[in-house]
């Protein structure tokens, strides 16, 4: 474990060095972020793309390079000003299409950015075409919140963009777009943050000791386990080591808690005190944000 620790603080170091990158004219921005992928759980076949990546990589000249390279029957001015639209509006949408498997997913990015499609209709969900047999079949994807749509018929209100698609292309992108949508977690002065997240995020975890039993720690109403989550994804807790424990609650939700008596990075005066302390409160901890999973 110690070793494994070890090369964590050295990639970690790396992730917090990380400065904008630009692309020469020779190489792809789709190389540049299958480096960076952060596969979790690190022996699943899941992975997420760090926020600062998509903030380093997705500059207006870099999404320039990669519509020239798509579109080389288009002007300049075309491919600058369909750069500059992108990196305003849809960003996550260009590099969900980039992460595609199948050829040319990328081109359908001037169909989204036509249709007024931007990041803040993600992530896009599902209306199938016919209720009365259940999750089967064929569907449509709908911007985010169209769960509360009046209408009866939803035909109208799936993306356009994805309406040539096959079914299995329009699943590898609803996959996809988890990739890019790993949360955040920020601290707000004065607040207890309560986020719902949709059943299908991927948490931004770089280690996650509930995936060793002798980590978690057990009491009457909760288990407790530590994480490490990836700096560019939290403003939580600041210390060497980027320690924030999860309390599984048996309720519906997690809690991501700091327990300040066992944390290495305090001073040792503080340490002391909030030891004894919680000696005879062996349960306190400093609660920072809620969350709970959700299928809407």
Known sequence: MSDRRQSLGHILNRLSLERPTTLGR??????????????????????????????????????????????????ESWTRQCASLICRQAPKIFIILLCLAWENGVSYIDKFVNEGITDHDLPFTREYQDHSSGHYGRYWLCRKNHHSCPKSRHQDCAIGALSSWSKNQIIEFETAQWRILAPEFRQIPHQIEHQKLNVCTIMPYIEDNERFGGQIKAGGYAQV?????????QTLYQSRNSHVSPTK???????????????????????????????????LCLTLLRYETTTI
């Open 225 to 233: 386990w530590s994480v490490r989550i990836h700096p560019a994804h």
């Open 249 to 283: 609650n048996l309720m519906t939700f997690h809690t991501l808690t700091l327990n300040r008596a066992y944390h290495p990075c305090w001073p040792s005066k503080d340490r002391t005190q909030t030891t004894q302390r919680n000696s005879r409160r062996r349960g």
């Open 26 to 75: 020779s190489q792809s921005l789709t190389s540049f972020l299958e480096e960076r992928q952060w596969f979790w759980p690190e022996d699943a076949n899941s992975f997420f793309l760090p926020v600062n990546c998509l903030d380093h990589l997705l500059t207006p000249i870099n999404i320039e390079l990669e519509l020239r390279r798509i579109y080389r029957d288009r002007s």
